[in-house]
């Protein structure tokens, strides 16, 4: 009889554990560790780059010469004619010209030329038949909605008849034509030294920089 009761007893015991033990893994539960996602850090959007200079080894495409705004200009025997008188001296057996004027037509050359340019000639020629002479001065090109303004350097050699003359020159846009600049060269050889002509171009952007002098070679 006693032994029927302890057996009863230990069943009881058992039931009642096992049935805790189920309530607390209910109340309890294990969770596996959840895996976290990388964080992400929001990145602002990409700035547009700034356009850069392109290699110097490798040339544009032929459609960035299309776009240029160089436009070539030849001129062949402008009308020109001598103007007011300027001084002439003589120094040291040179003969120095100064103040001298001439004007010129060009029109027919470039749609932003027209009527008659004022130059201003000075010199200094160095035999007595206007041979081998330095020549400077300036020159303003009238044009329909502003001028060209510049100056020029040049010399000769041959005299009056049959020699050569050449100038080199640039000018800048006033007005309308502020920002460009025309450079060119003017020479009187091609037709035996009695009328100029002309080859440059008129371009946006300013007049090319004088170079710095070049250092003292070394010994």
Known sequence: MNSRRNAGRLIAGWAVASLLAGCAASANPTVAPATLAPVVTPTA???????????????????VYDASTAVYVHIEEPECVTGEAGTTTYVNGVKQMRGWTRHCRYDGADPRFSGWSDIVL????????????????T?????????????????????????????????????????????????????????????????????????????????
Not at 45 to 62: G, I, K, L, N, R
Not at 122 to 137: E, H, I, M, P, T
Not at 162 to 173: I, M
């Open 139 to 219: 020159e303003r090109i009238p044009g329909p909605d502003g001028d060209w303004v510049g100056t020029y350097r040049g010399g000769g050699f041959g005299g009056e008849a049959g020699g050569a003359r050449f100038n080199f020159e640039v000018l800048e846009g006033t007005g309308a034509y502020e920002g460009w600049t025309i450079v060119w060269y003017m020479d009187m050889a091609a037709h035996g030294g009695e009328q100029w002509v002309i080859d440059g171009i008129i371009y946006r952007g300013p007049p090319p920089p004088v170079p710095p002098l070049p250092s003292p070679a070394s010994e």
């Open 122 to 137: 000075n010199s200094d020629c160095y035999l007595a038949d206007n041979s081998q002479c330095v020549r400077w001065g």
């Open 45 to 63: 959007a990409a700035a547009t780059a700034a356009p850069t200079a392109s290699d110097p080894s490798t040339p544009p495409s032929p459609a």
